[in-house]
């Protein structure tokens, strides 16, 4: 069965830096593209990063670009989020998200199939 988990959520000050992980099983992740969201209050869903299966390319929103690093280890079929220079307007419940038959990056949350428990994020003073 299919499973995305999440972990590496917390609270963190303004400047700061977490790791979010993303551990599959039931699948091998680096055939397929793996997505992060967020979810705040009160707010839609929305992507913030992207990497494809096929060539490990990356897509980011000018939102978090220059902040924020997805990458995966084959390995221990996770895919990581890291997330520095964290802003308030970051706190959310984060999730990574996949689908198995589309091979693009999407921020189109429509397009994912499985989805992850969330983990949150709170960055405050």
């Known amino acids: 069965q299919l499973q995305l988990v999440e972990s590496g959520g917390g609270l963190v000050q303004p400047g700061g830096s977490l790791r979010l992980s993303c551990a599959a099983s039931?699948?091998?992740?680096?055939?397929?593209?793996i997505s992060w969201f967020r979810q705040a209050p009160g707010k839609e869903r929305e992507a913030v990063s992207c990497?494809?299966?096929?060539?490990?390319?990356?897509a980011y929103p000018d939102s978090v670009k220059g902040r924020f690093t997805i990458s995966r280890d084959n390995a221990k079929n996770t895919v990581y989020l890291q997330m520095n220079s964290l802003k308030p307007e970051d706190t959310a419940v984060y999730y990574c998200?996949?689908?198995?038959?589309?091979?693009?990056?999407?921020?189109?949350?429509?397009?994912?199939?499985?989805w992850g428990q969330g983990t949150q994020v709170s960055v405050s003073t």
């Open positions: 998200a996949t689908t198995l038959t589309f091979s693009g990056c999407s921020f189109y949350s429509r397009r994912y199939d499985y």
């Open positions: 039931g699948f091998t992740l680096d055939r397929y593209t």
């Open positions: 990497i494809r299966g096929s060539d490990s390319s990356t």
